[in-house]
């Protein structure tokens, strides 16, 4: 019975100190600003297509194909960025 009892006041004396650790709510707290050192992800720029790439469909396909897929990347970089 002594042991239940016991068991009991420890319980009652730990909600006793409960709010000790929390931050006294008249303080302000402060904040502050660091800068973004990374910079923003930028799209690649267009290809520009020879005479010779526009002339051969399977060459002009590959270079608008390999396009797609950079600014996919650069847009999915730029999501992860923000």
């Known amino acids: ?3 239940f009892a ?4 420890e319980q009652v004396e730990a909600l006793e100190h409960v709010h000790w650790p929390t ?3 008249t303080a302000k707290p402060s904040y502050q600003v660091e800068p973004f050192d990374e910079p923003e992800p930028q799209l690649p720029t267009e290809p ?3 005479l010779f790439d ?3 469909p399977w060459r002009r396909k590959a270079i ?3 396009y797609s897929t ?3 990347k ?3 970089e730029h999501d992860a960025w923000v």
């Open 6 to 9: 016991n068991g009991v006041n």
């Open 1 to 3: 019975m002594e042991k």
């Open 48 to 50: 520009r297509l020879s």
């Open 70 to 72: 950079d600014v996919v």
């Open 54 to 56: 526009r002339s051969l």
């Open 74 to 76: 650069a847009l999915s």
């Open 23 to 25: 931050p006294d709510p």
């Open 64 to 66: 608008e194909q390999r």
